[in-house]
């Protein structure tokens, strides 16, 4: 089995950065593949950015391409996502998951086998 734990959120003022972390540990070599969700309240579960741990091929959703970047420390098995020029539509829980079937990255919280338990992000204005 693989577990996630998620840190780093908190409250930012709109404009202001912040970093996730997703510390992976147990069965580790079944991951191909690792992302990011978010959940506003009273919507669903959407889609931010699906990174391949072997090849890097990462997708992002339009809304955050070119102010979140994700990426990975191997050698603390630290999944992180860095989030840059926050705006409060950005105000969700965060969820880290991995795909331990499929290779491919993937947008539908269905590919993903298992889910952290979520970082609450909050930004004002």
């Known amino acids: 089995q693989v577990q996630l734990v998620e840190s780093g959120g908190g409250l930012v003022q709109a404009g202001g950065s912040l970093r996730l972390s997703c510390v992976i540990s147990?069965?580790?070599?079944?991951?191909?593949?690792m992302g990011w969700f978010r959940q506003a309240p009273g919507k669903e579960r959407e889609f931010v950015v699906s990174?391949?741990?072997?090849?890097?091929?990462?997708d992002y959703a339009d809304s955050v391409k070119g102010r979140f970047t994700i990426s990975i420390d191997n050698a603390k098995m630290t999944l992180y996502l860095q989030m840059n020029s926050l705006k409060p539509e950005d105000t969700a829980i965060y969820y880290c998951?991995?795909?331990?079937?499929?290779?491919?990255?993937?947008?539908?919280?269905?590919?993903?086998?298992?889910w952290g338990q979520g970082t609450q992000v909050t930004v004002f204005s």
């Open positions: 998951a991995v795909r331990t079937r499929s290779s491919s990255v993937a947008r539908t919280t269905s590919a993903y086998d298992v």
């Open positions: 990174r391949i741990w072997s090849s890097g091929y990462t």
């Open positions: 147990g069965r580790t070599f079944s991951i191909y593949t």
